[in-house]
């Protein structure tokens, strides 16, 4: 999804099928700015709630697949936050990402020293992934 920091091949701004667009007027009445993205058989919505990036995936037939919301670095849960001071030290949050999917199920993505990071609702690591530097 856009909000996530993973290369996943979006094509550019399109117009998503009727089903699509009901569903998103259903759940975000008077969003106005809105940029359409297909992700591979799927429709991403990304647009500003509340003054916070949002991004939505339904399907073609206009299901809600997951949501994705940025936060704050202090919005993650204690353990998360707990587990970023024992082993990023002091590093500030480049970003955090809510993610729920379809069953309601919670996880956040969190970018941080050049590693990305997925803990559960819990704040159980789930996955890390480390970038490359980069020289100037």
């Known amino acids: 999804m856009a909000l996530q ?3 996943q091949q979006q094509t550019g701004s399109v117009t998503p099928p009727g ?3 009901k569903e998103f007027r259903k759940r975000y009445p008077g ?10 058989e799927n429709y991403e919505a990304v647009f500003e709630s509340g003054q916070k990036e949002q991004s939505v995936l339904f399907n073609a037939s206009g299901k809600v697949l ?7 670095a202090e919005e993650l849960p204690a353990k998360i936050q707990e587990y970023l001071i024992s082993n990023y030290m002091q590093a500030p949050v480049e970003a955090a990402v809510k993610i729920t999917d379809a069953a309601g199920v919670v996880t956040y ?6 590693a990305e990071l997925l ?18």
């Open 109 to 114: 993505e969190v970018i941080i020293h050049q």
């Open 31 to 40: 969003t106005e700015k809105v940029t359409w993205e297909k992700e591979g």
């Open 19 to 21: 089903p699509v667009k």
């Open 5 to 7: 920091v993973n290369a």
């Open 119 to 136: 803990f559960d609702a819990n704040g159980t690591p789930l996955r890390q992934e480390e970038e490359a530097p980069v020289n100037e």
């Open 66 to 72: 997951q949501t994705e919301s940025v936060i704050n």
